[in-house]
């Protein structure tokens, strides 16, 4: 990385800034991802913040949950619940999908429709709808939705629902044509690269007419492709060190504030010293969470407390961080009977390269109150597997605790004793969620779900070491972005002349 930094600084020094040429409007607007959706026309294969830059430039969803938490109306401009279990859709007026279907009530009953068959079952999208029983046009722009629980937080998780266009979706080959209501539709795809068009109806208004997608598999090659300007925005590409350099030669950064916590699942199902919650707290305070923030992430984010993150619906502002308390994590580990320590194995992902530095760096503030942690890097696929199977071979794993839908529930819920694969379990603990979960008001599901937050710090479910966030390096054509939960808004990117 600072051979990186240093050949930025070289160029500077040089007199050549990022490379822009004669770029305008006219000109397609360039991103670099890590990679493209697997299937990627389908909106409902994924909830993750991944394939952001890909899914809106097609797609809209219902409601739109923004970095800051608020629940914005998208193509859904209102909800009321009628009933505990009824819920009414109003619709946004004057929408066309990119093949000049309008969107109407029709499309949103379709779209649940699809998800309650054997195909649709399939998609990640399809259980994030579980509780929905059926819906029904009331009119043109009114959806009606009977959930089979009571459920307050439907409206967020339809921030995930995003709509195809319904006689598009019926034929075969919707994934090398999707259609939505998104500002652009694609034109062509290579495995590399995807070339996309500006929808004219679109409600949202592309910035250019075309846009190219590149897919850049590492991190260096994306941030050079952003500092030579064959590429406008490049997404999860940049290190906060090598911000100012970025700065200097004329580009900038977008920070996202993502609905997840990076931290440390401690597993207190299996048998040893995890099971005890003084264990789990001492290795909170053993950690300088706050040397995280600062030293690898340059003050970007903050050292996280709880499974939920500032901003998303139920986290607890008032439950602080663990101080970083050598003597105390010392004191706790003696008084559980482990006072010369003890090892445990932890396991994360190959390739997350600053998530690693965190991890060693826990590592080594542990080694300081006597507690060894083993560090064992498995591939991605693997992971993944073990977190559907419970297959986990370690104590502990880097387990993101994320929140899609941007409710701070949504993390506990994989936390509840008879959860598949749980790793965590706590009578009392598992008591709060289910509670929580079938609050009759939002306001009590929020007074109730700050309450599971404060029970996941105390109990210490986890190592919480920051809140997560993503940095999009712009390039200088770039004169205004916004992403929100890296949902990118198209409509209001604006170019420099």
Partial sequence: MRKIIALIAATFISGTALVCGTASAAEPLRFATANFPDNYGNPFNSVSVTYGATYSALFDPLTLATSDGALTPWLAVSWAQQTPTRWVIKLRPNIVFANGEPFTADAVVAALAYLKTDAGKRDAVSREMGMIDSAKARDPLTVEINTNVVDVMLPYALSVLRIPAPEAWKKPGFAQDPVGTGPYRLSKRTPTQATFAAAPGSWRKAPTPTMEVKVVIDPAARRTALETGRVDVVITAIAPEEIPALEALGGRVFVDKLPSVVGIALNNVKAGPLKDPRVRQALNYAVDKAAIADILWGGKTEPASQIGRPGVFGYNANVAAYPHDPAKARALLKEAGYPNGFTFDFEGVIGAVVQTDAFQKVADDLAQVGVKMNIRLIP??????????????????????????????????????????????????????????????????????????????????????????????????????????????????????
């Fill in 380 to 497: 991605n696929a693997k992971f993944l597997e073990y977190q559907q199977t419970g297959g986990w071979q370690g104590s502990a794993a880097a387990i993101p605790y994320a929140s899609p839908t941007s409710d701070s529930l949504y993390a506990a819920g994989t936390q509840i004793c008879g959860a598949a694969a749980h790793w965590f379990c706590d009578q009392g603990f598992d008591d709060l969620i289910k509670t929580a979960r079938a609050a009759p008001t939002l306001d009590q599901r929020k007074t109730l779900t700050e309450k599971v937050m404060a029970a996941s710090h105390d109990l210490a479910t986890g190592i919480f070491l920051y809140n997560s966030f993503t940095l999009v390096g712009l390039g200088p054509r770039i004169a205004n972005y916004r992403q929100d939960v890296a949902f990118v808004r198209y409509e209001e990117i604006k170019l420099k002349p």
